[in-house]
């Protein structure tokens, strides 16, 4: 049943996503604030409560699988053809907002986490927010 859930809420994230594609704040993009909870506390068994709370808050960060990042910012708009680097750009301008760069992980290493996809999110290049602004407890480097 949980499973059945999971593959109508990441169906309904994608149509909604592409529905909202144009839009140039990658948050928008993906599932509603009040889906995260369910997500991440009924299905996030096994990831860093740092990621958690991250996720919460509608941010990614290094270390998160592309299951969650999808779920946030909805499916890349390019891909490359080892699916390693996604690309999320601003449709009515043509300018790249935020490049992701992933790294193929042995799901076998994280017994008990959900690595939906095998891969972990290891760069963020461009405007790490996806144009929302920052989160209020980022220092100035950059770090949550």
């Not at 990621?51 to 808050?57: A, E, M, S, T």
């Not at 299951?67 to 300018?95: C, F, H, K």
Request: charged share 30%; proline share 6%; with cysteine.
């Amino acid at each position: 049943m949980k499973k059945i859930f999971l593959a109508i809420l990441a169906a309904s994230a994608l149509v909604s996503s592409c529905a909202k594609h144009k839009s140039p704040i990658l948050i928008e993009r993906g599932i509603k604030e009040d889906e995260r909870n369910y997500d991440v506390v009924q299905e996030g068994f096994g990831i860093d409560p740092r990621l958690k709370k991250i996720f919460l808050q509608g941010y990614i960060a290094e270390g998160m699988n592309k299951n969650m990042v999808s779920l946030l910012w909805g499916p890349a708009d390019q891909e490359s053809e080892d699916r390693l680097v996604w690309d999320y750009i601003n449709a009515e301008t043509g300018e790249l907002i935020t490049r992701l760069k992933w790294e193929e992980v042995d799901p076998q290493k994280y017994k008990g986490a959900d690595w939906t996809n095998a891969s972990k999110l290891i760069e963020i290049q461009g405007d790490p927010y996806g144009g929302s602004p920052p989160p209020p407890n980022v220092d100035d480097e950059g770090a949550y």
